[in-house]
């Protein structure tokens, strides 16, 4: 029986302060090989940061960081960028104007011998052959960024980390290039980590998202596991649309404005429960399942609709369905829940 590989990247306490401020708090983050891991959180939870770290150019205050099982940061050991065989695409590609393509993609291959064919083969995986004469103005948005990919495997590194890569492209572009540097990566069996603030970009693109909050990373899992069972509420609410509504609980049932649900789980007295857009249905009224709301809002995607209605509570929930149906703003509605649900401490966190 073979060993097992160590994992491309390994972070254990990652800890970095600026100005007396703490940015990143002792983060713990692991890639396997071959796996593609989303680091998701807003601007400023030092995500970036983070990365940067990774990649050698900020140094931790404390903390390691190992790659494929050798210590590039910890006590006592501080592994230059350019030794950690590490590429890296920025958000805005940060191609160098004045060379080629060709020579872009050149500059992080060592031996001079080597860069022809290296190139060649960088440009071919990200279907560039042909351009490495261009010069990076005479390339789309698209394109450019496949460039910057094509720089960073071309050295054949370890690891690659992407920081916002497609967040200057336009929403129709930006689909289309993240899925094609998804299939690139999965084509050469990359481990790779994807900064990001966009969570429908990080549950589309990666194998496991990790979720950084205020320096800290709240939840590391599959896109479903976050999705369907986040572990905190702080995680639920970033994540995708969510919603609270109160109950009591008894056992594996809880009693809520919308009737009686099952459970994931147990849990006894007043809760919270994590109610999804989706998972709701509205009905017409009819004699079993009278009106218990009225729609208040209507906003029309073509894919699908988000609904805004006021229950009789006077809460206000938002339903998601699909395209196509006849319900409008002033509609009486009935409103149900459909499957289980998670329980949260009432104003806390997920029991």
């Known amino acids: 029986m073979s060993p097992a590989l160590p994992p491309a990247l390994r972070c254990v306490g990652l800890v970095k302060t600026f100005a007396g401020a703490v940015v990143v708090d002792g983060v713990d983050l692991e890639v396997a090989p071959g796996q593609f891991v989303a680091l998701l959180g807003p601007s400023g939870c030092g995500k970036t940061t983070t990365l940067r770290m990774i990649a050698g150019f900020?140094?931790?205050?404390?903390?390691?960081?190992e790659l494929?099982?050798?210590t590039a940061t910890g006590p006592g050991v501080c592994v230059p960028p350019e030794r950690r065989r590490v590429g890296m695409?920025?958000?805005?590609?940060a191609l160098f104007s004045h060379l080629s393509v060709g020579a872009n993609v050149a500059f992080g291959v060592r031996r001079r011998e080597e860069r022809p064919g290296a190139v060649r083969r960088a440009l071919t995986l990200v279907g560039l052959e042909g351009f490495a004469d261009r010069m990076p103005h005479e390339l789309s948005g698209g394109q450019q960024q496949r460039v910057a990919l094509a720089r960073a495997l071309a050295p054949g590194p370890e690891l690659i980390l992407l920081d916002e890569p497609f967040a200057n492209l336009d929403a129709e572009l930006r689909v289309a290039v993240r899925l094609e540097v998804r299939s690139i990566l999965r084509e050469v069996g990359a481990s790779a980590v994807l900064v990001t603030h966009d969570q429908e970009e990080a549950l589309s693109l990666a194998d496991r998202v990790a979720v950084m909050l205020s320096g800290r990373i709240h939840q590391v899992g599959s896109p479903e596991e976050l999705y369907h069972r986040?572990?905190?509420?702080?995680?639920?609410?970033?994540?995708g649309d969510a919603q609270f509504l109160p109950g009591t609980a008894t056992g594996r049932r809880v009693t809520t404005e919308l009737g009686e649900l099952p459970l994931v789980g147990?849990?006894?007295?007043e809760v919270d429960?994590?109610?999804r857009p989706e998972r709701i249905r509205l009905a017409p009224p009819r004699e079993h399942e009278p009106a218990n709301a009225v729609v208040e809002d209507r906003l029309f995607f073509g894919h699908d609709q988000l609904l805004r209605?006021?229950?009789?509570?006077g809460a206000l929930v938002n339903v998601r369905l699909g395209a196509y149906g006849g319900i409008r703003p002033g509609h009486l509605v009935h409103v149900a829940v459909k499957g289980a649900v998670l329980p949260f401490a009432r104003g806390g966190e997920r029991l």
């Open 266 to 269: 147990e849990a006894a007295g």
């Open 273 to 275: 429960v994590l109610v």
């Open 89 to 93: 695409v920025f958000q805005e590609g």
């Open 230 to 239: 986040p572990e905190t509420r702080a995680v639920a609410l970033f994540v």
């Open 309 to 313: 209605v006021r229950l009789r509570s």
């Open 58 to 65: 900020e140094d931790a205050d404390r903390g390691t960081i």
């Open 68 to 70: 494929q099982g050798r």
